[in-house]
């Protein structure tokens, strides 16, 4: 039985980066559907479902921290991750500040990027589970969770 592939929007401007990226993730059973711009990614993430936005911080129409502030007002729930050339610490910062849970910086050793691309989907899909399984809980209770306070 096959595993339903997760979908990763990856948003980054230089296509050498965007392709290797995109291969080695799709070697991993991921669907990978990219992007170069801001106007792209908004685009694409109005059209489709996806387990997890990968950008870059810098973009030719504008900024990869505004991007994510953005996606996070659009949909809470999806993880957003950075893959970025900027190095410093405050750039970090920003990102995480900005919604974001996860900030690689390149070169980045293409095992790492697997790796945190796989634990931040599950992080999210066992987040949901509980919070499914918590709505059905207390739908087989006959209420809310208000309903039950004492």
């Known amino acids: 039985m096959e595993t339903a592939q997760h979908h990763v929007l990856y948003i980054e401007d230089h296509d050498d980066t965007r392709e290797l990226v995109t291969l080695v993730l799709a070697e991993r059973n991921y669907r990978v559907t990219t992007g170069s711009t801001l106007a792209d990614a908004f685009k694409l993430a109005r059209q489709h479902h996806f387990d997890l936005y990968m950008l870059d911080s810098r973009l030719p129409d504008g900024s990869g921290i505004d991007l994510c502030k953005r996606l996070r007002e659009f949909n809470t729930g999806i993880p957003i991750m950075f893959l970025s050339g900027a190095a410093y610490e405050a750039d970090k910062e920003t990102a995480i500040n900005s919604g974001a849970q996860s900030y690689l910086i390149k070169p ?5 990027l ?4 796989s634990k ?3 992080v999210s899909a066992r987040k949901r589970e509980l919070v499914e399984g918590s709505a059905i809980c ?3 209770l006959g209420g809310s969770p208000e309903d039950n306070r004492h």
Do not use: A
């Not at 980045?108 to 790492?112: A, K, N």
């Not at 697997?114 to 691309?117: Q, R, W």
């Open 120 to 122: 931040l989907i599950d």
């Open 108 to 112: 980045v050793d293409l095992d790492v």
């Open 114 to 117: 697997c790796s945190e691309v």
């Open 138 to 140: 207390f739908s087989n």
